[in-house]
T-cell receptor, first 120, second 112 residues
Framework: AQTVTQSQPEMSVQEAETVTLSCTYDTSESDYYLFWYKQPPSRQMILVIRQEAYKQQNATENRFSVNFQKAAKSFSLKISDSQLGDAAMYFCAYRQSSLLNAGNNRKLIWGLGTSLAVNP | DAGVTQSPTHLIKTRGQQVTLRCSPKSGHDTVSWYQQALGQGPQFIFQYYEEEERQRGNFPDRFSGHQFPNYSSELNVNALLLGDSALYLC???????????FGQGTRLTVV
């Protein structure tokens, strides 16, 4: 069974600085997707960034980038130029590729989350 | 575009009662998934609906059931509520071909 581990329950960063959130996962599959979601106090899960396992290039979305190490099964999120609005819970999630199982296995498997505080 | 909408936002029920939570998917989406997020935990997959059928189910008892309507909206029903059912219930929608899912703001269920 696939698992996702986030070993940092809480992190803090100074405004405008850079912070890296860690995530490791375990799977026997070769094709899958990895995601970082942000959950602010409003509770809605917001997609931050995604990575397809078959792509070697690390995904980037503005101030957010990932370091995807497939062999090590590591998927860290780097937030540059941190802003007060980045304060939230951050969840790492795994999903099997929809090319397998005729597209039926679309469930997300989640880590426990990392609470990020941004200090002014 | 209204996005994924869930109702109600908050709910308090008594142990042993039954509850129905509702979800309207994002426009153009035909697949709905439900997740349970206990306090301080990551979400846990309950089940997924597509073409009005349950397509995949997580490790939840039969007290948890669902339905998808022809307009793709969905309901989550929980019977014989237990104190441990207190959680945030998240609905996510997507298309069959999409990689990512979009989430609603959740329903906070408290069982007393």
């Amino acid at each position: 069974a696939q698992t996702v581990t986030q070993s940092q329950p809480e992190m803090s960063v100074q405004e405008a600085e850079t912070v890296t959130l860690s995530c490791t996962y375990d799977t026997s599959e070769s094709d899958y997707y990895l995601f970082w979601y942000k959950q602010p106090p409003s509770r809605q899960m917001i997609l931050v960034i995604r990575q397809e396992a078959y792509k070697q290039q690390n995904a980037t979305e503005n101030r957010f980038s990932v370091n995807f190490q497939k062999a090590a099964k590591s998927f860290s999120l780097k937030i540059s130029d941190s802003q007060l609005g980045d304060a939230a819970m951050y969840f790492c999630a795994y999903r099997q590729s929809s090319l397998l199982n005729a597209g039926n296995n679309r469930k997300l498997i989640w880590g426990l989350g990392t609470s990020l505080a941004v200090n002014p | 575009d209204a996005g994924v909408t869930q109702s109600p936002t908050h709910l308090i029920k008594t142990r042993g009662q039954q509850v129905t939570l509702r979800c309207s998917p994002k426009s153009g989406h035909d697949t709905v998934s439900w997740y349970q997020q206990a306090l301080g935990q990551g979400p846990q997959f309950i089940f997924q609906y597509y073409e009005e059928e349950e397509r995949q189910r997580g490790n939840f008892p039969d007290r948890f059931s669902g339905h998808q309507f022809p307009n793709y909206s969905s309901e989550l029903n929980v019977n014989a509520l237990l104190l441990g059912d207190s959680a945030l219930y998240l609905c996510a929608s997507s298309t069959r071909s999409a990689t990512e899912a979009f989430f609603g703001q959740g329903t906070r269920l408290t069982v007393v």
